[in-house]
């Protein structure tokens, strides 16, 4: 499915809702200790799959954490509706490193980070509505091929 960064799709409303993650554990690894989450979503039209994929972003533009994060806040029962993989819905509800990413070294670090930041109901919440947002955006009737088609 197709992933594209939120602040590419809502530019302001990713603006404004920018949150600055503190991480004081990782200056003994002489990494940078303030992130940003840069969030991308599916725009695969009709594809309701509730996730995030998670990037840490360092200020410094040259530095790259290494790490992407899957995470889906829904039940597992609800991914193995349409997933129909009891080991794939387990691994796509809740918080983990994605497969199909290439992983640096400190990504475990990063996700148990995430883990604590995910206990904060209003980021999850925030997720929740980044995602609503794209699907709005994205989503086309049935039968018709591109909402540039509503121009005419
Ligand atoms: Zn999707």
Request: proline share 7%; net charge neutral.
């Amino acid at each position: 499915m197709p992933l594209e960064p939120f602040d590419r799709i809502c530019h302001d409303i990713a603006r404004a809702d920018l949150r600055v993650c503190e991480a004081p554990e990782l200056a003994s690894l002489s990494l940078p200790t303030q992130y940003f989450l840069r969030e991308f979503y599916c725009t695969e039209s009709g594809c309701d799959c509730r996730r995030v994929l998670v990037q840490f972003m360092a200020h410094d533009p040259l530095f790259q954490a290494g790490v992407t994060i899957n995470y889906g806040w829904e039940t597992v029962k609800f991914y193995n509706k349409w997933i129909r993989d009891p080991k794939l819905a387990r691994e796509a509800a809740g918080a983990s490193l994605e497969p199909f990413a290439a992983q640096g070294p400190h990504a475990g670090k990063f996700l148990l980070i995430f883990k604590q930041l995910i206990e904060d109901p209003t980021l999850v919440a925030l997720f929740r509505r980044h995602y609503q947002l794209v699907k709005k955006i994205t989503d086309v009737p049935p039968g018709r091929g591109s909402k540039l088609h509503d121009l005419w």
